[in-house]
């Protein structure tokens, strides 16, 4: 099992470029979630998803947009990139949304925006 | 939602016990006790979890107060490998948010000592 990948690991873009981040799991979860991390901080939820097809706002979701067209996948976009969203972001996923349900992480994709 | 306080950074020395302490005392009767950590350049990755009774496995303990408004992460011998930022989060029925995300805060960077 490979878990949760992502790709890619590192990426530069100037300011006002598009990108696509992808986001695998091999599980078969359900549930899957885009979280940022900034420099010393925790991670912040962007967008989630209950099941292929659905997405769902989270803490932070402007300036992406997300697709969960097949259940593996969890793909995160950046329409026009801003400087702002320089950051690591991860990717995790989940069985359930159960209290008691761990969440598996991506190893990140860090992303700087010029 | 619940908030939990973790010191900001500990130091242990390799081989000996550590004890990673987590105030939560707005924590409610439903809430989950989970311990996620970080280890350099890598997503998170979960390490425990409890309700009310402690609990053991491969990776560490968890001793929970009995008021529920503390506990306690012990790693019982460190190794440098275990040198990660550790992350005392409450996830709940009531929380209803977001497909039951996990709120990061600030976490514990333990550090390990030769």
């Known amino acids: 099992n490979a878990g949760v990948t992502q790709t890619p690991k590192f990426r530069v873009l100037k300011t006002g470029q598009s990108m696509t981040l992808l986001c695998a799991q091999d599980?078969?979860?359900?549930?899957m979630y885009w979280y940022r991390q900034d420099p010393g901080m925790g991670l912040r939820l962007i967008h989630y998803?209950?099941?292929?097809?659905?997405?769902a706002k989270g803490e932070v979701p402007d300036g992406y947009n997300v697709s969960r067209l097949k259940k593996q996948n969890f793909l995160l976009g950046l329409e026009s990139a801003a400087p702002s969203q320089t950051s690591v972001y991860f990717c995790?996923?989940?069985?359930?949304?159960?209290?008691?349900?761990?969440?598996?992480f991506g190893p990140g994709t860090r992303l700087l925006v010029l | 939602d619940a908030k939990t306080t973790q010191p900001n950074s500990m130091e242990s020395n390799e081989e000996e016990p550590v004890h990673l302490p987590c105030n939560h005392s707005?924590?409610?009767?439903?809430?989950?006790i989970h311990w996620y950590r970080q280890l350099p350049s890598q997503g998170p990755e979960y390490v425990i979890h409890g309700l009310t009774s402690n609990v053991n496995n491969r990776m560490a303990s968890l001793a929970i107060a009995e008021d529920r408004k503390s506990s306690t992460l012990i790693l019982h011998r460190a190794t440098l490998r275990d040198a990660a930022v550790y992350y005392c989060?409450?996830?709940?029925?009531?929380?209803?948010?977001?497909?039951?995300?996990?709120?990061f805060g600030g976490g514990t960077r333990l550090m390990v000592k030769p």
């Open positions: 599980m078969n979860h359900e549930y």
């Open positions: 989060i409450l996830r709940g029925f009531m929380n209803n948010n977001a497909g039951n995300m996990l709120t």
């Open positions: 995790a996923s989940s069985y359930s949304d159960r209290v008691k349900e761990t969440q598996y």
């Open positions: 998803s209950v099941g292929e097809g659905t997405t």
């Open positions: 707005t924590i409610s009767g439903t809430d989950y």
